[in-house]
């Protein structure tokens, strides 16, 4: 949805924006190509030396990129003079390096370890919740963050199963999934079996509703009057934050840009798949 991203960002030349999630900097692209200056933010060390890259090889040298997680976004776009910007970009999807990446353990497409950390440096990995974790917390996980329908079954031969054999890796926990599906005779739509188990671990090993809700609140109050925040979420959840945000805000002080979440196109679903979800909001500080 990159279009849609510059038009509600409303990006100008000498504008100031803010990325929070740089992912493979294709956004931030498109805004220096139009003038604008940036600085991106991302917890993974991997995005942000992949975006230098990227911008360094298409002729750009004014930018500023900083790891770190957009719980502290105004922390950091503080240290680096970047206050009263004029947007805010949170794109919340992974980008495909991140799900290809089998170290990382994100996907359950390939062999990996069960890890799940975008930043490195976190101390808890989906292996660790998936094999310490009560089964009624594991029901909870499943159910409450992952909407997943059979999270009472998975739960309990997930619990049944690391007595004797913990869970290591990613297949490891995608054919646990399958076999329960198998076994209840459940089918599901368009998605794999272990799609919404995998999106909950990740969910919560890098606590993203959380440093969502922190972040839209520092983005806010980053922003110069007129100036605008839009997210790209891909979750039910991550949806619903953003939505509760904006309620928290007094009504003479935010435009609502989208009345209902706009969607990508179909072009763009069949050239990407995995945007089929994607829901845009936009908003701007009056």
């Known amino acids: 949805m990159l279009q849609e991203v510059i038009d509600f960002l409303n990006v100008k030349p000498g504008r100031r924006f ?5 992912g493979g900097g294709g956004h931030i692209e498109a805004i220096l190509k139009m003038g604008g200056e940036v600085l991106g933010i991302d ?3 991997v995005s942000l030396n992949i975006t230098r890259k990227r911008l360094n090889e298409s002729g750009f040298s004014v930018f ?3 790891q770190g997680n957009f ?3 105004q922390k950091i776009a503080s240290g680096v003079g970047f206050t009263h910007v004029d947007g805010v970009l949170f794109d919340l999807g992974f980008a495909s390096f991140q799900l290809e990446d089998s170290e990382r353990g994100l996907s359950f497409l390939k062999e990996g370890p069960l890890d799940m950390r975008l930043d490195p440096n976190l101390g ?3 292996a660790d919740l998936i094999n ?3 089964e009624n917390q594991l029901v909870g996980l499943f159910r409450e963050v992952g909407e997943e329908r059979l999270a009472q079954s998975i739960a309990r031969q997930i619990v049944s199963r ?3 054999q913990p869970f290591l890796t990613t297949q490891d926990l995608k054919k646990l999934v399958e076999d329960v599906y198998a076994r209840k005779g459940f089918t599901t739509n368009h998605i794999h079996p272990a799609t919404k188990v995998f999106m909950s671990l990740r969910i919560v090993v890098n606590n ?3 440093n969502l809700k922190n972040g839209l609140e520092q983005a806010f109050q980053t922003l110069k009057i007129g100036g605008r925040i839009v997210v790209i979420s891909f979750h039910s959840g991550e949806d619903r934050i953003v939505k509760d945000f904006v309620k928290t805000l007094e009504k003479d002080k935010v435009k609502i840009l989208v009345k209902k979440p706009l969607a990508p196109t179909q072009e763009e679903i069949k050239d990407n798949p995995r945007s089929r979800s994607a829901k845009l909001r936009a908003i701007e500080k009056i």
């Not at 803010?18 to 740089?22: L, S």
């Open 18 to 22: 803010i990325d929070a999630t740089t």
């Open 43 to 45: 917890q993974d060390p």
């Open 64 to 66: 500023k990129l900083v």
């Open 71 to 73: 719980a502290n976004l």
């Open 124 to 126: 808890v990995t989906a």
């Open 132 to 134: 310490s974790l009560s």
């Open 162 to 164: 690391r007595v004797n």
């Open 208 to 210: 993203e509703f959380e």
